[in-house]
Structure formats: C-alpha cells, structure tokens
C-alpha cells in the first residue's frame, strides 16, 4: 500500500459523534478505524475495580456507528485499553457488548481480545531477575507492592494488535495500550515508515482535539512513505498547523519527542504546513528504535474506604475569613474524634476542600477577594467504611452550624444531600510507575472465538 487512511471518531469510545462523519471518513477511503477505549485521566478507581467510567448504552452506541460503517467498508475497526483501564474485565465487557450489536445488527465479524492483565507473581519473577526498572520519580519497585495491587496491567504496543489482525481479526479489542498504539498498528503493518505513522497516531489520538471545533467529529490522517496528512471529518471544522503542531504538547513530557515501547518518536525537525484552509501536510517526523523493548506497568491498590459530605457556606463573617474557619473546623472535628471516637491520626485521615475558594489551586489561588460562597467538601478516609462514616458524622454539627470565635449566633449552612454523609466505598491509588523489558508479545494474550481464559 502507496498510503493508509486512519478514521478516529473521537478520543473515547463511549463519548459519542455524529454518525454522518463516520460516513463521511469511510467516502475519503479510510483503511481502517481506530478509537482508544480508556484512560488513566479520571485517576486509580477504574483500575483498582476494574469498573468502566462510560455506560453500557453509550459504548454500545458508538460500537454500533463503527461495527456497521467498517462492514460494509471491508475494514478493521481497533479499540483500545477496553473498559477504562484495560482490565480483563473490561475486555470482555466491551466484547459482550460488541457481539449484541454484531447480533442486532446482522453482522459477522472476527474478533480477537487482548488481555493486558498481569499477574503479580510473574511480575515478581521478572522483579528478581532485574527486568523491573522505575520510571522517574518513582523509586525502586518492592515485591510487597505488587502483591498489595487489585489489578495491574501492561500498557501494550502496537505488536500484539498487528498479531491479531494478520491473523484475520476484523475487530481487535485490547486491553491496556497506549493511546498511539491503537492508530499506529495497521499502518505500520501495511508498511509505512515509522515516523509519520507514530506522530500521526499522536496527533489524532483524541480524535477531533486538533481541529478548529473538537465537538464537531474526528479526523482522517492519510500517511505515506514522506509523512502524513490529516484534515477534519465535519466539512464546517479545520485542522491548521498550529492546531496540529500543539497536540504534541498534549500529555507528553517532552514536546519534541514520546516513548512508546519498542522506541521513541522525534519531531524535532517536523514541518507543518497547511495544504488549505482544512487540511494539514507533515513532514520530517523520525523514530528511534530503542535497544531493549519495555512495557510500562500500571497498577492499584485500596487505601482505605472513603465517606463525602458536602455543604454550602453563604454567611459572610465566615467568608471574611473563610481559612481560619477551616482550620477552626479541622482542630475541632480532631479533637472530638479522638474524645468520641479514641482514634488517633493515624488511624484515620480527612482533607478538607474549599470550592470557591481555593480547592482546586490551593496556595496557588491567585484570587484574595471573599468569595461570595463556598462549598465546603469533607471526605474521610479510614480503614472501613463504618470508621470512615462515624468521622463524618461527628463533622455534621460542624459544617452545619461552627461560628468562627467572634461570632455572637450559629450560622447555618446547607448540606448537598440528605443524609449528608456519603458512603464512596473503597478507595485506591496508583502504586506502580515502573517498566518490564520483555518481548513484545510476552506479557499479552490474544483469544478468539469464545471466551476462553479464566
């Protein structure tokens, strides 16, 4: 193949588009359809309860607008970090959900899933042997660590998915890869330079978000043995260089250069230049092979289980001085939970945010100005849930009714909800920043047909 045409609907599978570009992207003869199913953005819940953040509805929604366009085009459609976090749980959710729209809709497509999950001893084999390396700032991994996690995942190249789709898969559904992967796996088994398919997979990973209007659809990158093309799906929005050129700020450390695991992409000398008013020519991206290949781990653990209240400050003595009243708060709930309760600080522990003040930037909060209101969040994290609740509810009173000292009445402010405390259940963190040399294909598995894996 002289060329390969990338169709991305959207940055998220579950986020939803106008069907009609989809259309429009397999008229301009896209080769194939490419869409990351996760994220590690909306933090380690996901991950640790292997729970997807999108509904069941909306991922059926747009596997429907993908699996009939790719059907009738002859086309292979890729989805990604399936489920969120690419979980096994995931994989197969996402698969359950694709066969009842193959189902509706009359279609018969081959589909493979990739697993990405890991099991903690083997990492630990790998551990041993000095395969396990930090990433930085993290420190040295420590077996106790993978142990503790829920679930872990391999963040997967673009091998495993060009595995499955020379085997003949006309759907893959991968588990944890990187967001690039996902767009860059076809092309490069059609051939295509190294360079211009990773940076063209970089700049349309979200889909729309290099155009002038990233509500309006996706984009269709077309790359070749020079570079890569890429212009907007809706005929009303346009890609420019500047547009396309920032999306290598995006989620990199380095603008100029992304590690990905068998290499490093480097756009250093790229050149963007617009061929029209919607469409954008690039040229002069370069991948470095690396020596060894690597596959970054991502894993999570419970800390602890969480409560939440949550209530609204409008008396303006309080405002006035709003910080000393939630360090007021703070050493009071302190003092109670400890008469109350008999617990120490270290069995239990509370952060307390003010929306509308400062809860977002904190110290950095450039604003000095008394905010007119406040929400005021108290989220309790403690070794179970009772013990997590119990605190919250000796800090109802307080967020109902704390005068600052000078006060001469009880202020009353307005809790969110009835019951004010809200149990979040477990909570988790990401423990692990860390990568495996291995081989490409070592740490995944591919199935197709029936579910087979336990």
Same mark, same amino acid.
């Given at each position: 193949?002289?060329?390969?045409?990338?169709?991305?609907?959207? /940055?998220?599978?579950?986020?939803?588009?106008?069907?009609?570009?989809?259309?429009?992207?397999?008229?301009?003869?896209? !080769?194939?359809?490419?869409?990351?199913?996760?994220?590690? !953005?909306?933090?380690?819940?996901?991950? /640790?309860?292997?729970?997807?953040? =999108?509904?069941?509805?909306?991922?059926?929604?747009?596997?429907?607008?993908?699996?009939?366009?790719?059907?009738? &085009?002859?086309?292979?459609?890729?989805? #990604?970090?399936?489920?969120?976090?690419?979980?096994?749980?995931?994989?197969?959710?996402?698969?359950?959900?694709?066969?009842?729209?193959?189902?509706? $809709? /009359?279609?018969?497509?081959?589909?493979?899933?990739?697993?990405?999950?890991?099991?903690?001893?083997?990492?630990?084999?790998?551990? /041993?042997?000095?395969?396990?390396?930090?990433?930085?700032?993290?420190?040295?991994?420590?077996?106790?660590?993978?142990?503790?996690?829920?679930?872990?995942?391999?963040?997967?190249?673009?091998?495993?998915?060009?595995?499955?789709?020379?085997?003949?898969?006309?759907?893959?559904?991968?588990?944890?890869?990187?967001? =690039?992967?996902?767009?860059?796996?076809?092309?490069?088994?059609?051939?295509? @330079?190294?360079?211009?398919?990773?940076?063209?997979?970089?700049?349309?990973?979200?889909?729309?978000?290099?155009?002038?209007?990233?509500?309006?659809?996706?984009?269709?990158?077309?790359?070749?043995?020079?570079?890569? =093309?890429?212009? @907007?799906?809706?005929?009303?929005?346009?890609? =420019?260089?500047?547009?396309?050129? &920032?999306?290598?700020?995006?989620?990199?450390?380095?603008?100029?250069?992304?590690?990905?695991?068998?290499?490093?992409?480097?756009?250093?000398?790229?050149?963007?230049?617009?061929? !029209?008013?919607?469409?954008?020519?690039?040229?002069?991206?370069?991948?470095?092979?690396?020596?060894?290949?690597?596959?970054?781990?991502?894993?999570?653990?419970?800390? #602890?289980?969480?409560?939440?209240?949550?209530?609204?400050?409008?008396? @303006?003595?309080?405002?006035?001085?709003?910080?000393?009243?939630?360090?007021?708060?703070?050493?009071?709930?302190?003092?109670?939970?400890?008469?109350?309760?008999?617990?120490?600080?270290? $069995?239990?522990?509370?952060?307390?945010?003010?929306?509308?003040?400062?809860?977002?930037?904190? $110290?950095?909060?450039?604003?000095?100005?008394?905010?007119?209101?406040?929400?005021?969040?108290?989220?309790?994290?403690?070794?179970?849930?009772?013990?997590?609740?119990?605190?919250?509810?000796?800090?109802?009173?307080?967020?109902?009714?704390?005068?600052?000292? #000078?006060? !001469?009445?009880?202020?009353?402010?307005?809790?969110?909800?009835?019951?004010?405390?809200?149990? %979040?259940?477990?909570?988790?963190?990401?423990?692990?920043?860390?990568?495996?040399?291995? &081989?490409?294909?070592?740490?995944? %598995?591919?199935?197709?047909?029936?579910?087979?894996?336990?």
């Amino acid at each position: 193949m002289d060329t390969v045409r990338v169709l991305a609907p959207s /940055g998220m599978l579950g986020a939803g588009w106008d069907h009609a570009t989809v259309e429009r992207g397999i008229a301009l003869g896209a !080769d194939v359809i490419s869409i990351d199913g996760g994220s590690t !953005d909306s933090g380690p819940y996901y991950l /640790g309860a292997a729970t997807a953040k =999108t509904t069941a509805k909306a991922v059926a929604r747009d596997l429907r607008s993908l699996l009939t366009a790719a059907a009738g &085009a002859g086309i292979p459609v890729v989805v #990604g970090s399936c489920g969120t976090s690419g979980t096994d749980t995931g994989v197969d959710w996402v698969a359950g959900i694709a066969a009842e729209v193959m189902a509706a $809709e /009359g279609l018969d497509l081959k589909v493979a899933r990739i697993y990405s999950e890991q099991d903690a001893a083997a990492l630990k084999e790998h551990l /041993g042997a000095g395969r396990v390396h930090p990433l930085t700032p993290s420190g040295e991994l420590a077996a106790e660590t993978l142990e503790s996690c829920t679930h872990i995942v391999g963040a997967m190249g673009h091998e495993p998915i060009v595995e499955a789709l020379r085997d003949g898969a006309q759907v893959v559904l991968a588990g944890r890869a990187t967001d =690039t992967a996902v767009a860059a796996a076809y092309p490069l088994m059609k051939g295509m @330079p190294a360079g211009p398919t990773w940076h063209a997979a970089k700049i349309i990973e979200c889909g729309g978000q290099c155009t002038s209007n990233p509500r309006a659809g996706g984009v269709l990158a077309t790359i070749d043995a020079g570079g890569f =093309t890429i212009e @907007p799906l809706d005929p009303e929005v346009a890609c =420019t260089p500047i547009l396309v050129a &920032a999306h290598m700020l995006y989620e990199t450390a380095n603008p100029f250069e992304m590690r990905e695991p068998d290499g490093t992409l480097d756009v250093r000398d790229a050149k963007y230049v617009a061929l !029209d008013e919607r469409t954008v020519r690039v040229e002069g991206s370069q991948f470095h092979v690396a020596v060894q290949h690597t596959i970054k781990l991502e894993g999570a653990r419970i800390t #602890g289980y969480e409560t939440m209240s949550f209530t609204a400050v409008r008396d @303006p003595l309080v405002l006035a001085d709003i910080d000393a009243w939630a360090d007021l708060l703070r050493a009071v709930l302190t003092q109670r939970v400890t008469q109350t309760l008999g617990l120490s600080g270290g $069995e239990y522990a509370f952060d307390l945010r003010l929306y509308g003040h400062n809860a977002v930037l904190g $110290e950095l909060e450039p604003e000095s100005g008394p905010p007119r209101e406040v929400g005021v969040m108290l989220l309790v994290n403690a070794p179970d849930q009772a013990t997590a609740t119990a605190v919250a509810k000796i800090a109802n009173p307080l967020m109902l009714h704390l005068p600052t000292p #000078g006060m !001469d009445y009880l202020p009353s402010f307005a809790f969110a909800s009835s019951p004010a405390e809200v149990e %979040r259940g477990a909570a988790y963190e990401f423990v692990l920043n860390h990568v495996v040399d291995c &081989a490409p294909l070592e740490l995944f %598995r591919i199935e197709t047909g029936e579910k087979t894996h336990a």
